[in-house]
């Protein structure tokens, strides 16, 4: 499993020169990227999540665009639309930011659901269609989008359809102490995020070899005892009391897949529970439908993957 593991190694060292630590984050976005995935990121401003999107773009040598998402964007100004050329006198095609590799949907929450939707096709089908014609998206095209968790007046919450779409719900936190002073003294030697190339980030992965990481995460062995464990995990969820709405199999699915990709990235051609432990948190958290009383009570998501974790035996 070199060439996953090279990527995720090359990939993450070269983020280290501009991100100061998230190391969870910036593992779980180039696990999402192998595996043709999506992500939403959750943070208060401030917190690097635009800055990890341009600098994982520079990475791979992606195209990148951000979209900040308000409440009277169109889904044309996403996809694009259809214009008449008098000069030529036929229809032509202007292509909206959508048809980028990596596309930072910045507050996604503060658009209508009309254009939220519009995301839909595109991220499941890596296609979108204007006019009744199908357009083809970069086979390495990802979604990164972030959300405010604590300014909601004035949004619009994704529907369960639409958060279903994401493979993984990442939490961006507030750096730790040292983390934060490094990131000061970084600054005051004269780092800027606007500045990237000042800090020699070098594109070390290609289409090529995303496309061969991929072809060699297929062959990562799952054993019998984890595809049941991964099934009870997801069946477990739908019998929470706690929840009106537990994994759906896409999501069993996403655990099946992803895992596959972390071993890789971690140089095994094969699956342990660990795998699939880890990556349930991102997997489920957004995929979960709680209960009202359980949301009065203070519960959250990620206690409820734990609780399931815990009462299903680990497969040896």
Same mark, same amino acid.
């Given at each position: 499993?070199?060439?996953?593991?090279?990527?995720?190694?090359?990939?993450?060292?070269?983020?280290?020169?501009?991100?100061?630590?998230?190391?969870?984050?910036?593992?779980?976005?180039?696990?999402?990227?192998?595996?043709?995935?999506?992500?939403?990121?959750?943070?208060?401003?401030?917190?690097?999540?635009?800055?990890?999107?341009?600098?994982?773009?520079?990475?791979?040598?992606?195209?990148?665009?951000?979209?900040?998402?308000?409440?009277?964007?169109?889904?044309?100004?996403?996809?694009?639309?259809?214009?008449?050329?008098?000069?030529?006198?036929?229809?032509?095609?202007?292509?909206?930011?959508?048809?980028?590799?990596?596309?930072?949907?910045?507050?996604?929450?503060?658009?209508?659901?009309?254009?939220?939707?519009?995301?839909?096709?595109?991220?499941?089908?890596?296609?979108?269609?204007?006019?009744?014609?199908?357009?083809?998206?970069?086979?390495?095209?990802?979604?990164?989008?972030?959300?405010?968790?604590?300014?909601?007046?004035?949004?619009?919450?994704?529907?369960? *359809?639409?958060?279903? #779409?994401?493979?993984?719900? =990442? @939490?961006? $936190?507030?750096?730790? &102490?040292?983390?934060?002073?490094? +990131? /000061?003294?970084?600054?005051?030697?004269?780092?800027?995020?606007?500045?990237?190339?000042?800090?020699?980030?070098?594109?070390?992965?290609?289409?090529?070899?995303?496309?061969?990481?991929?072809?060699?995460?297929?062959?990562?062995?799952?054993?019998?005892?984890?595809?049941?464990?991964?099934?009870?995990? *997801?069946?477990?969820? #739908?019998?929470?009391?706690? =929840? @009106?709405? $537990?994994?759906?199999? &896409?999501?069993?699915?996403?655990? +099946? /897949?992803?895992?596959?990709?972390?071993?890789?990235?971690?140089?095994?051609?094969?699956?342990?529970?660990?795998?699939?432990?880890?990556?349930?948190?991102?997997?489920?958290?957004?995929?979960?439908?709680?209960?009202?009383?359980?949301?009065?009570?203070?519960?959250?998501?990620?206690?409820?993957?734990?609780?399931?974790?815990?009462?299903?035996?680990?497969?040896?």
């Amino acid at each position: 499993m070199s060439t996953a593991r090279e990527i995720m190694d090359r990939i993450t060292r070269e983020m280290a020169k501009a991100i100061v630590g998230q190391e969870n984050v910036v593992q779980n976005l180039v696990v999402a990227v192998l595996t043709g995935g999506h992500v939403l990121m959750e943070g208060v401003p401030g917190l690097a999540k635009t800055l990890m999107g341009r600098t994982l773009s520079l990475t791979l040598a992606a195209d990148f665009v951000r979209i900040q998402f308000t409440p009277d964007l169109m889904p044309s100004d996403v996809i694009g639309t259809t214009l008449f050329d008098p000069q030529l006198g036929e229809f032509r095609l202007k292509k909206g930011p959508i048809f980028s590799e990596i596309v930072l949907a910045d507050e996604i929450n503060r658009t209508p659901p009309k254009t939220q939707a519009a995301l839909l096709e595109a991220m499941e089908e890596r296609r979108v269609s204007i006019e009744g014609v199908e357009h083809p998206l970069s086979s390495v095209f990802t979604v990164l989008a972030t959300q405010n968790p604590i300014e909601y007046e004035g949004t619009y919450p994704l529907p369960e *359809a639409q958060l279903d #779409r994401f493979t993984f719900k =990442l @939490l961006v $936190g507030y750096p730790d &102490r040292y983390e934060e002073l490094e +990131l /000061l003294k970084r600054y005051h030697m004269g780092f800027h995020s606007r500045n990237l190339e000042d800090v020699g980030i070098e594109a070390v992965a290609n289409h090529d070899d995303i496309k061969a990481a991929r072809e060699e995460i297929k062959a990562v062995r799952v054993d019998e005892t984890i595809l049941d464990y991964i099934n009870e995990i *997801a069946r477990s969820s #739908r019998e929470d009391d706690d =929840l @009106l709405l $537990g994994a759906s199999p &896409r999501a069993a699915i996403t655990i +099946l /897949l992803t895992s596959k990709t972390l071993a890789a990235c971690r140089g095994r051609d094969f699956v342990v529970p660990d795998d699939v432990q880890e990556l349930a948190y991102p997997t489920l958290r957004h995929r979960f439908l709680l209960r009202p009383e359980a949301e009065i009570e203070g519960i959250r998501p990620d206690e409820v993957v734990a609780r399931i974790l815990d009462k299903i035996p680990v497969p040896r």
